[in-house]
């Protein structure tokens, strides 16, 4: 439970051992840089900027190129790919790609440009593709579109806008001009749009013809041909074939590239290292001669640090007091268990300046609430032995995922725990198996009690847990103000809060009231019940009169007193919250208890042992899928709100080390 001392580091090379000096910071990945201060006449900041942004497209680049080698190249990869983590690769190899660079990025740009001409070539396709469905209907013509008559006769090649018969056509003509009579038409094909049409007539009626045409939707084709449509739409076919052709010969030269792809992956990850560091370099004040580095390191890695350092350069390493206003960068150290929940205690918020890290006494809240949610032994076996396996094969998965899977392992302990302790093995699997398919009912009697069978009692038990979650809560804001030596705040804020609740609680218990709903009974010697009235009453006047010491005015003092004596009502509605924990509980039994009863309806048969089957696995993932998904937002529900509510504030910023930040592989160090 600890959040780890940083130290303000001050670093002052020469401009010479610039690159190495930042190399090794960057290597070592223990030193968050910090902008320095303003500029001056003497130090100066470098522009970086072109310098970045070119390594940055180099590294897109060859992401890109990955992508177009995972479409016609794939790489075969397991469903759990994503959890073996970035390759290890040796720092050697990483330093050819300072020589080999440009030699491998001449590749990428040579896929890049090979899917280029894919994509032109696709779109031609496309595009001749579309001019033989306009030239479609025009197979029939066997003339060019483009033939406008001979000497002495006119050929009028085009559309109407609808669907029209030969009849209709002339009757259209004759209408508007009856003194033609010398022309013929001829539809060549139609559909639901257009009729396609060619007419002939003598030259010196061609004008005639087509405004008498034009008036019933008459129009030239806007797609026309220099040769006959049939000839054209074979020229295109061919066409076609052509750049399908050298569509799959680009695509075999893009494959060819496989064996490169880990290349590419370490040029892009070479790139992506060199633009980080330009970040920073372009954040540093420079002299002709010299430049500097500020930034905060793990007070437990600074030794390691600076003999690194001075050991092989020429510079000034200064540890520097960090400023009272100064908020520095949080980094979590916990025990083996702790760190697991790191992440959720991350997900609410840092530990600000000043505050306490949680996660130790939260972790351990965490588990067993959310053991006591899900409490089926069977589903915590299956979720413990499947994190514990993923966790054993995958060495090198992500360290935020492998905490995450730590953590849910150590929940499947807990599942397990609760699930023994409440006699639930696939809700009553072990009860309907035997019963139905052995015609003798046995069963693995609960070590505590059944849920089902009396959730009264788990009821009261939740809310015993959840005032026991909440005293800890209390309990770890008292210890955050007595470390900050806060006595008199301690004893208002905590010990007299204390003192009225648990009061309070010592008044409930015996009452007829609280009885008829846990049916339990409580007898206390009557001195017990007198100090739980003094105690809750000297409590409620401590609160009345103590809260709001800050103030000087006496009414507004007893008026902020009663305020947050009315938060009384707050803690009453936490502790009911805490119901959910019966909700959930319940929840798993009930849906397991279904699901094993639906599948055994049909009985002790060959049809019957098959179909329980499949409704055994497949109700049992999707009960043991919205279980732990709901087990998970309301336990981490039950920390942020009722838990982290009593003490804790966060909003403290991650430690984020100026490091090799890479996408593909690791490289070791030196």
Known sequence: MAVL???????????????SILEILQSSGVMEVTKTAEEDSVFQKMDTMSYRQMFEKNALLADQALEILQNYAPEKKSLLAGLEGKALEEAAHFKRMEKECETILKSVKQILGYEKKIA??????????????????????DIPMKFSGTKKSAVLIGTMTETVTLEQIYEAVAEKEPSLDAFDVTILGTDKDQTCIVAVCLKKDATKLEDALRAVGFARPSQAVGEIPAQQVEEWKNQI???????????????????????????SDYYRIRAQKYQVLGD???????FLVTGYVPQKDVAQLEEKLVSRYDLAFEQEEIAEEEQPPVLLKNNVVAESAEGVTASFGLPAKG?????????????????????DAAYGLIVSLACFVVLKKYKRMDSGLRKSIKLFMYCGISTLFWGVMFGGY????????????????VSIPALWFVPLNDP??????????????LYLGLAMKGYMLVKDKKYLDFFCDVILWYLLLTGLIFILLPTE?????????FNFPPIVGTLAKASAIIGAVGILLMSGRSSKNPALRIALGAYDLYNITGWVSDVLSYSRLLALGLATGVIASVVNQMGSMIGNNILGIIVFIIVFIGGHIFNLGINLLGAYVHTCRLQYVEFFGKFYEGGGKMFEPFRRDTKYVEFKED
């Open 5 to 19: 001392q940083m130290q303000k580091i001050n670093i002052c090379g020469l401009k010479k051992d610039r690159k």
């Open 426 to 441: 696939f809700g009553d699997a072990i009860d309907i198996i035997s019963g139905t398919f052995f015609n003798h009912k």
């Open 355 to 375: 505050e306490m890290d949680p996660t130790s006494v939260m972790s351990l809240c965490y588990i067993f609430l959310f053991g006591l949610m899900l409490s």
């Open 513 to 521: 009231l609280f009885s008829s709903i846990s049916q339990m009974t």
């Open 241 to 267: 074939q052509g750049l399908k052709a050298e569509v799959k010969s680009l695509e075999e030269q893009i494959r060819a590239y496989k064996d490169q792809r880990k290349d590419f992956e370490m040029l």
């Open 120 to 141: 032109e070539s696709k779109a031609s396709i496309l595009k001749v593709e579309s001019q033989i469905e306009g030239l479609t209907p025009w197979l029939n013509l």
């Open 456 to 469: 009264m009692k788990l009821l009261i038990y939740s809310m015993l847990f959840g005032t026991i979650h």
């Open 284 to 290: 540093l004040l420079q002299s002709k001669k010299t």
